[in-house]
């Protein structure tokens, strides 16, 4: 008889072990993990950024106003905290996006702006700089591509079965992640070109 418990006692174990009783802490830590690298490749642009301001600075003094702009993004990307308390809340991940968004716009409009300067465009702390920002802009959005990914599958384990019986029965604490949008307003339009 105590054979019987036993075996009923270790196939049940292994019952439960194998059904998906650990998915969701699993997938909550791939979700960590994967903003973590959001967050880097963010904070890696923000580090480039002075750099390359300050070696453009030189040769556009009158090109102020843009060289100000990208300066005033990146200063606001800097003001917002990005701790875990931001991919639980939609509006900070979504005040947090706008930032990311803007500065990314500045700095394309640099790099129209630097178009204007042969020298510039020749200096090679420019030219290192400028394909080290290209990278990381590459960089981020597979960061984002991957923080995507690992929200879809945490938040699609505890709404399906039989991750949404685990869910409510041991981890009812760990709500629904919010993804930010992979685009931003208004990207589904395409764009008109005027040469008038």
């Given at each position: 008889?105590?054979?019987?418990?036993?075996?009923?006692?270790?196939?049940?174990?292994?019952?439960?072990?194998?059904?998906?009783?650990?998915?969701?802490?699993?997938?909550?830590?791939?979700?960590?993990?994967?903003?973590?690298?959001?967050?880097?490749?963010?904070?890696?642009?923000?580090?480039?950024?002075?750099?390359?301001?300050?070696?453009?600075?030189?040769?556009?003094?009158?090109?102020?106003?843009?060289?100000?702009?990208?300066?005033?993004a990146r200063a606001k990307v800097g003001s917002i905290q990005a701790d875990?308390?931001?991919?639980?809340?939609?509006?900070?991940?979504?005040?947090?996006?706008?930032?990311?968004?803007?500065?990314?716009?500045?700095?394309?409009?640099?790099?129209?702006?630097?178009?204007?300067?042969?020298?510039?465009?020749?200096?090679?702390?420019?030219?290192?700089?400028?394909?080290?920002?290209?990278?990381?802009?590459?960089?981020?959005?597979?960061?984002?591509?991957?923080?995507?990914?690992?929200?879809?599958?945490?938040?699609?384990?505890?709404?399906?079965?039989?991750?949404?019986?685990?869910?409510?029965?041991?981890?009812?604490?760990m709500e629904i992640r919010p993804s930010f949008e992979a685009t931003t307003e208004g990207a589904e339009q395409a764009p008109q070109v005027?040469?008038?």
């Amino acid at each position: 008889m105590k054979h019987w418990r036993f075996v009923l006692l270790l196939s049940i174990l292994f019952g439960v072990t194998g059904c998906g009783i650990n998915n969701i802490p699993t997938y909550d830590e791939q979700v960590k993990a994967a903003w973590g690298q959001v967050e880097n490749q963010y904070q890696r642009r923000a580090d480039l950024v002075p750099n390359l301001v300050s070696t453009v600075r030189g040769y556009m003094e009158h090109e102020r106003d843009v060289l100000v702009e990208v300066t005033e993004a990146r200063a606001k990307v800097g003001s917002i905290q990005a701790d875990e308390s931001l991919i639980n809340d939609p509006q900070k991940l979504q005040q947090f996006e706008a930032a990311q968004q803007q500065l990314g716009s500045a700095l394309q409009r640099l790099m129209v702006v630097v178009e204007r300067y042969p020298d510039l465009k020749a200096n090679q702390n420019f030219l290192a700089l400028q394909s080290q920002l290209e990278g990381t802009e590459n960089r981020i959005a597979v960061a984002r591509r991957d923080y995507i990914t690992a929200v879809q599958q945490y938040n699609t384990e505890i709404r399906t079965f039989p991750g949404r019986i685990w869910h409510s029965m041991l981890y009812s604490e760990m709500e629904i992640r919010p993804s930010f949008e992979a685009t931003t307003e208004g990207a589904e339009q395409a764009p008109q070109v005027n040469f008038n």
